[in-house]
């Protein structure tokens, strides 16, 4: 690069970074979207607005391996039997979406005069929705994991593999290329078998790569090694005419399987955050907002238009999941927007004479101003949704249409409704049901529910944050209620609901965050378990537990930390007593337990000949065999499978003791 050209990229980037860092600064003061901040970034900024950026291809460019890096991070955080669970909103609800809205675009363009070959051109670009915009959205309100946003993702995944056989059929509808069907099915099933060996290949080299790598302990080439992996992968899959972001989110997913997922992430992430604004600007910029502004009433009828009718559409292929209202309403506004491939395909469909001139540019802006109004669509959604439900409420009986068949399972009394059915929700069940006590459980996902039948499980389908639902589980005559689902806003409501039906229920709850805490327990909840605390929790319990600090030490700071009601990880001081107890006991030493296993080298070896005393420091207390203790036991006692050894001493004496005893320390 000349130097002129160096300090003119360099300016520019400047200018870009400077005006989102700025804008951003007021969406902030505004309670503004992050995502809208930039997409006006990009407006105001662009060639049609200030024009101070005009080298858009460039930042194009830049915005690419954004919406890559996310798609590799979304799929790190996912694994491949959790994409096994999505095969059916993959290929039912990805196809009802697809399938209905290009037949319902085509119809309305082809009523209103445009060519059949036009109007399907136009309904392949209006079917695809943001992969980029709705799984930033999701993954920054850690909605990815619930029912909503599984079902969108499934969608969405259909959706990129639809971008190959709309792209090859673009120049066929043109009347630029021909092809005959065979033809097209050969050129994408050729692709797809092409794809499946790349992925194939990748999931046996990639574990091989990353432990070679890690153990270098270079943490430059870790980096390196994380996006070579995403972009290898990216570049593969779009050579043979899928998009990079379906390759980014399949090399995550690979990485995923490794023990390394959670260091790329880490490594991954600021890269991420980066590009993926770029890209945002970028969709800004391509809006030419002066022809958009001489056709406004157009633009934003357009634009209307498009979301409803989008809305509609996912609404209705996500009911044919079997999937409630509330998980419907909120997967239909989310997925409501144009997409980004929608760009793409527009661009190929520009260069073969499909759309030109001024209906380009109504039809970008209008998908420009889906994309801004869907930050405000995901975050109503909620809100949206409980208003259905409340207006429904009085005309869905009880057992109506989101309950299990009426006397699917006997009227439970002093029970535990189990709300959720992961991992939680199953190892919960499994111990209610070995220490014999009544449980019925709650889950939305159709596919568990039914493998969950077939296993005898008291299960029904429905949702929680309903009257008949909570109703049809016996609440007015359960014991407990335990939510262990991870749509936080369905939480509250149902937290609430729950409380309101039956005041003298207990409810706990399980939250991700500490900050989420208090407003649960102020909804009814009557106890919440927070994972971020309870990992903090056996961090510190297993450190004491290292250093050999008394268990009732440890018992008592783990309940005054849960009796403080986690206030205590929020402060920068502690204040009591108990922590007191733990730092003298760390450094006055303590007393130890070690369990003579079968096969130790140290069984049928007396005391005497141990001298632990002298070899380590640390003294046995007592023998302890079966039910008898021997305190000060006899040099000459001989230790046998089965003996415990009480031991005294500092924290190394113990841990030199302990390494002897295990055969660890010599002869």
């Given at each position: 690069?000349?130097?002129?050209?160096?300090?003119?990229?360099?300016?520019?980037?400047?200018?870009?970074?400077?005006?989102?860092?700025?804008?951003?600064?007021?969406?902030?003061?505004?309670?503004?979207?992050?995502?809208?901040?930039?997409?006006?970034?990009?407006?105001?900024?662009?060639?049609?607005?200030?024009?101070?950026?005009?080298?858009?291809?460039?930042?194009?460019?830049?915005?690419?391996?954004?919406?890559?890096?996310?798609?590799?991070?979304?799929?790190?955080?996912?694994?491949?039997?959790?994409?096994?669970?999505?095969?059916?909103?993959?290929?039912?609800?990805?196809?009802?979406?697809?399938?209905?809205?290009?037949?319902?675009?085509?119809?309305?363009?082809?009523?209103?005069?445009?060519?059949?070959?036009?109007?399907?051109?136009?309904?392949?670009?209006?079917?695809?929705?943001?992969?980029?915009?709705?799984?930033?959205?999701?993954?920054?309100?850690?909605?990815?994991?619930?029912?909503?946003?599984?079902?969108?993702?499934?969608?969405?995944?259909?959706?990129?593999?639809?971008?190959?056989?709309?792209?090859?059929?673009?120049?066929?509808?043109?009347?630029?290329?021909?092809?005959?069907?065979?033809?097209?099915?050969?050129?994408?099933?050729?692709?797809?078998?092409?794809?499946?060996?790349?992925?194939?290949?990748?999931?046996?080299?990639?574990?091989?790569?990353?432990?070679?790598?890690?153990?270098?302990?270079?943490?430059?080439?870790?980096?390196?090694?994380?996006?070579?992996?995403?972009?290898?992968?990216?570049?593969?899959?779009?050579?043979?005419?899928?998009?990079?972001?379906?390759?980014?989110?399949?090399?995550?997913?690979?990485?995923?399987?490794?023990?390394?997922?959670?260091?790329?992430?880490?490594?991954?992430?600021?890269?991420?955050?980066?590009?993926?604004?770029?890209?945002?600007?970028?969709?800004?910029?391509?809006?030419?907002?002066?022809?958009?502004?001489?056709?406004?009433?157009?633009?934003?009828?357009?634009?209307?238009?498009?979301?409803?009718?989008?809305?509609?559409?996912?609404?209705?292929?996500?009911?044919?999941?079997?999937?409630?209202?509330?998980?419907?309403?909120l997967t239909a506004l989310g997925l409501a927007q144009v997409g980004e491939f929608s760009f793409v395909l527009m661009e190929v469909?520009?260069?073969?004479?499909?759309?030109?001139?001024?209906?380009?540019?109504?039809?970008?802006?209008?998908?420009?101003?889906?994309?801004?109004?869907?930050?405000?669509?995901?975050?109503?959604?909620?809100?949206?949704?409980?208003?259905?439900?409340?207006?429904?409420?009085?005309?869905?009986?009880?057992?109506?249409?989101?309950?299990?068949?009426?006397?699917?399972?006997?009227?439970?009394?002093?029970?535990?409704?189990?709300?959720?059915?992961?991992?939680?929700?199953?190892?919960?069940?499994?111990?209610?049901?070995?220490?014999?006590?009544?449980?019925?459980?709650?889950?939305?996902?159709?596919?568990?529910?039914?493998?969950?039948?077939?296993?005898?499980?008291?299960?029904?389908?429905?949702?929680?944050?309903?009257?008949?639902?909570?109703?049809?589980?016996?609440?007015?005559?359960?014991?407990?209620?335990?939510?262990?689902?991870?749509?936080?806003?369905?939480?509250?409501?149902?937290?609430?609901?729950?409380?309101?039906?039956?005041?003298?229920?207990?409810?706990?709850?399980?939250?991700?965050?500490?900050?989420?805490?208090?407003?649960?327990?102020?909804?009814?909840?009557?106890?919440?378990?927070?994972?971020?605390?309870?990992?903090?929790?056996?961090?510190?319990?297993?450190?004491?537990?290292?250093?050999?600090?008394?268990?009732?030490?440890?018992?008592?700071?783990?309940?005054?930390?849960?009796?403080?009601?986690?206030?205590?990880?929020?402060?920068?001081?502690?204040?009591?007593?108990?922590?007191?107890?733990?730092?003298?006991?760390?450094?006055?030493?303590?007393?130890?337990?070690?369990?003579?296993?079968?096969?130790?080298?140290?069984?049928?070896?007396?005391?005497?000949?141990?001298?632990?005393?002298?070899?380590?420091?640390?003294?046995?207390?007592?023998?302890?065999?079966?039910?008898?203790?021997?305190?000060?036991?006899?040099?000459d006692t001989a230790l046998e499978t089965g003996d415990d050894l009480v031991l005294v001493g500092s924290h190394q004496e113990i841990?030199?003791?302990?390494?002897?005893?295990?055969?660890?320390?010599?002869?």
């Amino acid at each position: 690069m000349a130097p002129v050209e160096l300090e003119h990229f360099l300016a520019q980037t400047v200018i870009l970074l400077g005006s989102a860092v700025a804008v951003l600064l007021v969406a902030s003061r505004l309670r503004l979207p992050p995502l809208v901040a930039l997409l006006v970034t990009g407006m105001l900024i662009g060639p049609s607005g200030l024009g101070w950026v005009s080298d858009v291809e460039q930042v194009e460019v830049f915005a690419e391996i954004g919406v890559v890096l996310l798609l590799f991070a979304i799929g790190l955080e996912l694994s491949l039997a959790q994409l096994r669970e999505l095969r059916r909103s993959f290929f039912l609800g990805g196809g009802v979406q697809a399938g209905l809205t290009i037949a319902l675009v085509a119809a309305g363009a082809f009523a209103f005069g445009i060519g059949p070959n036009r109007a399907a051109f136009l309904g392949f670009a209006i079917a695809l929705s943001s992969t980029a915009i709705v799984l930033k959205l999701y993954d920054d309100r850690r909605e990815i994991e619930a029912p909503h946003g599984r079902a969108s993702l499934g969608i969405l995944l259909f959706q990129d593999f639809l971008i190959v056989p709309m792209i090859v059929l673009t120049p066929v509808l043109a009347g630029t290329a021909a092809a005959s069907p065979g033809q097209l099915v050969l050129r994408f099933g050729g692709a797809l078998a092409g794809v499946a060996a790349v992925v194939g290949s990748a999931r046996y080299l990639v574990p091989k790569l990353f432990d070679r790598i890690a153990g270098t302990r270079v943490r430059e080439t870790f980096v390196l090694a994380s996006l070579l992996a995403c972009l290898a992968l990216a570049w593969l899959t779009h050579s043979l005419g899928f998009s990079l972001a379906l390759g980014a989110f399949l090399a995550g997913l690979i990485v995923s399987e490794t023990e390394y997922s959670h260091q790329v992430v880490a490594d991954v992430a600021p890269f991420r955050e980066l590009f993926a604004s770029l890209f945002f600007i970028s969709i800004g910029m391509l809006v030419d907002l002066r022809i958009a502004a001489v056709h406004l009433p157009a633009v934003l009828g357009l634009a209307a238009t498009v979301v409803v009718g989008k809305a509609l559409v996912t609404g209705t292929a996500v009911a044919a999941l079997g999937l409630p209202s509330r998980t419907r309403i909120l997967t239909a506004l989310g997925l409501a927007q144009v997409g980004e491939f929608s760009f793409v395909l527009m661009e190929v469909g520009r260069r073969n004479g499909l759309l030109v001139g001024e209906p380009y540019q109504i039809l970008l802006s209008a998908a420009v101003l889906t994309m801004l109004a869907t930050p405000l669509l995901v975050a109503g959604a909620p809100a949206v949704a409980d208003a259905w439900n409340r207006s429904r409420s009085k005309a869905v009986p009880p057992g109506g249409e989101e309950t299990a068949a009426p006397g699917a399972l006997a009227r439970p009394r002093d029970h535990v409704i189990v709300v959720g059915f992961g991992v939680s929700g199953r190892l919960l069940a499994r111990v209610l049901k070995e220490a014999h006590i009544r449980y019925v459980v709650l889950e939305l996902n159709s596919a568990t529910v039914r493998q969950a039948r077939r296993d005898g499980e008291p299960i029904l389908f429905g949702d929680a944050s309903r009257r008949e639902i909570l109703h049809a589980a016996g609440l007015e005559a359960a014991r407990m209620v335990v939510f262990v689902i991870s749509d936080l806003r369905a939480l509250a409501r149902s937290v609430h609901l729950a409380r309101g039906l039956n005041p003298a229920v207990e409810i706990l709850v399980r939250t991700r965050r500490i900050h989420e805490i208090e407003a649960l327990r102020a909804l009814g909840a009557d106890d919440v378990v927070a994972e971020e605390f309870e990992t903090a929790i056996e961090i510190f319990t297993r450190v004491l537990e290292r250093y050999h600090v008394p268990r009732n030490v440890v018992r008592a700071q783990t309940r005054l930390l849960r009796g403080e009601g986690y206030r205590m990880l929020r402060s920068r001081t502690f204040d009591s007593g108990v922590s007191e107890a733990v730092l003298d006991a760390l450094e006055a030493g303590t007393t130890d337990i070690f369990r003579i296993e079968p096969g130790s080298p140290v069984a049928g070896r007396s005391l005497r000949e141990l001298d632990l005393r002298r070899r380590t420091g640390a003294t046995v207390l007592a023998v302890v065999r079966g039910e008898r203790s021997t305190p000060n036991p006899a040099a000459d006692t001989a230790l046998e499978t089965g003996d415990d050894l009480v031991l005294v001493g500092s924290h190394q004496e113990i841990d030199q003791a302990f390494d002897l005893l295990a055969g660890r320390g010599g002869d």
